[in-house]
């Protein structure tokens, strides 16, 4: 939407200025007395004026650029994508309050900001400019601001839970410092995805990132690989060669899995990481790496310890920095704003613009997520595959999932246990046509009438060919 209004003529005490844009000026100043940053959004979530109180936080050039950009582009795509939350609420004539976003600052640090929303109304006198259509206030979230119950988003990630709100503000401190950093929590919670922000807003980010994971790779290869080695080393070693440590030098060593590195490798990465030395296998030249680690691993390192099968020294040394991921059960006020990022990801890879229903939402909430957010991920992107619409149904999410919808696909067995059916290409593609010639082709009643989920309709007309 655009002003087709002509501009009224501007007030004698400021010439140069509209009246529209003094109008803007005047709450400006009102929200800017208690320290908010205003701006005022036009229907397509492009900044049409916003505060002066930008320059400091963004510098003069930029700041001075700021009009006609996407709001998108400042505050960032989790919350103001296509899908993002306050966009759609925005769109719904909705506002939202105390939600927190990280403000990208060109060539500086992130800056987690307090951001509240509201479609604006039209005022009575008809000064302000009418293609002005949404208002977004911002100010700096201050230590006490961030266990509040806002959703908080930023470097490409959206929660809720104060435990994630803790791992935002650790990564926010990081981005001055490069010290050690360990990453705990179960598989599938974000651990690598974590370690690659660290890097990527660390003073290293124009650095390399490697990782390197321990239990891939049995002892002997795991120190050549961290080390290097010369030439005649061992068997195989034809030639000098570089390790990880040496590559990584001016970036960042992921280090994934540390509680697999055995006792003998545990003393040589000790000594790394407090004298940055080491030397090649098979050599006795001492080299010096600046590399910078983050450790990850789902294993629980204080108990290894206890048990003798990691050295005490080495767990105080890698956790400088220690920043633990919970489970995503742990943190259920995570999974919906997560699976709708996740989704709208999905959605925007194929060209769809998906949302989910309300029952998807709550069996996606009432699930224990053994493989976290991996398995979340992977539990949209089926129901995404398997849905026809745009809007996702508790029957297109996979059969765990959806226990209610699923059940149809267990057959109760003569011991009253429940038994799988055989896997979908023992299925009879007649049996299967005719049903979906009867129900004129539609999936549901097709799959109600079967009596199976309609996920396992889908699978098994994939096997058949069908479709
Ligand atoms: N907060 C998040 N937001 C979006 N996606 C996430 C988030 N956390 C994890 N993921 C996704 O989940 C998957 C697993 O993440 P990642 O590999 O970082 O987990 P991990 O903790 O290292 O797991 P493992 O212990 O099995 O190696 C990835 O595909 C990643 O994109
Ligand atoms: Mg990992």
Same mark, same amino acid.
């Given at each position: ?54 320059? $400091? ?28 939350? @306050? ?32 479609? @604006?109304?039209? /005022? ?125 030098? /001016?970036?960042? @060593? ?72 919970? $489970? ?5 006020? /995570? ?7 996740? @989704? ?54 996979? $059969? ?13 067995? $003569? /011991? ?52």
């Amino acid at each position: 939407m655009t002003s087709r209004r002509p501009e009224t003529a501007p007030l004698a005490c400021a010439p140069s200025l509209t009246n529209q844009e003094l109008a803007f000026s005047a709450v400006n100043a009102a929200f800017g007395s208690l320290g908010r940053i205003c701006m005022a959004l036009d229907a397509d979530f492009r900044i049409r004026y916003a505060s002066d109180l930008l320059v $400091p936080l963004l510098g003069a050039e930029a700041a001075s650029q700021v009009r006609g950009l996407s709001i998108e582009s400042l505050l960032g795509s989790e919350l103001f994508g296509l899908e993002g939350p @306050l966009r759609q609420a925005l769109l719904a004539g909705e506002k939202r309050e105390g939600w927190r976003a990280m403000f990208s600052v060109k060539d500086g640090p992130a800056r987690l900001m307090s951001v509240s929303v509201a479609p @604006l109304v039209p /005022d009575r006198l008809g000064v302000c400019d009418p293609s002005a259509t949404y208002l977004v206030v911002l100010r700096p979230a201050d230590e006490s601001t961030m266990e509040a119950s806002g959703p908080i988003a930023g470097f490409g990630l959206i929660a809720r839970s104060p435990a994630m709100a803790r791992v935002f503000r650790m990564i926010d401190v990081l981005q001055h410092s490069e010290s050690t950093v360990l990453v705990t929590g179960e598989s599938g919670t974000g651990k690598e995805v974590i370690a690659r922000i660290i890097h990527a807003h660390s003073p290293r980010k124009a650095g390399p990132f490697l990782a390197v994971n321990a239990a891939a790779l049995p002892g002997e290869l795991l120190e050549s690989e961290l080390f290097g080695h010369v030439r005649g080393a061992f068997t195989g070693a034809v030639r000098d060669r570089a390790g990880r440590f040496e590559a990584a030098e /001016d970036g960042t @060593l992921f280090l994934d899995e540390v509680g697999d590195v055995p006792l003998h490798l545990q003393v040589k990465l000790l000594r790394v990481l407090q004298e940055h030395t080491f030397e090649r296998v098979g050599d006795s030249q001492t080299r010096r790496t600046n590399a910078r680690i983050i450790a990850a691993t789902n294993r629980n390192l204080r108990r290894l310890v206890a048990d003798g099968r990691f050295r005490e020294d080495l767990y105080y040394r890698l956790r400088v920095f220690p920043i633990e991921l919970p $489970p995503l059960r742990s943190r259920r006020e /995570d999974i919906e704003p997560m699976a709708r990022l996740l @989704l709208s990801r999905v959605g925007s890879r194929t060209g769809r613009a998906l949302r989910l229903s309300p029952e998807a939402v709550r069996l996606l909430l009432s699930y224990e997520w053994p493989g976290n957010v991996r398995e979340l991920e992977n539990a949209l992107e089926f129901a995404a595959t398997v849905c026809q619409g745009q809007t996702l149904q508790p029957e297109d999410l996979p $059969p765990e999932i959806a226990p209610a919808t699923s059940a149809a696909m267990a057959e109760e067995a $003569p /011991d009253g246990r429940a038994r799988t059916l055989p896997p979908p290409a023992a299925v009879d593609d007649v049996e299967l046509r005719a049903a979906l010639e009867q129900n004129r082709w539609n999936r549901l009643a097709t799959a109600r009438a079967l009596g199976v989920s309609r996920s396992t309709l889908w699978r098994r007309m994939r096997s058949a060919g069908i479709g």
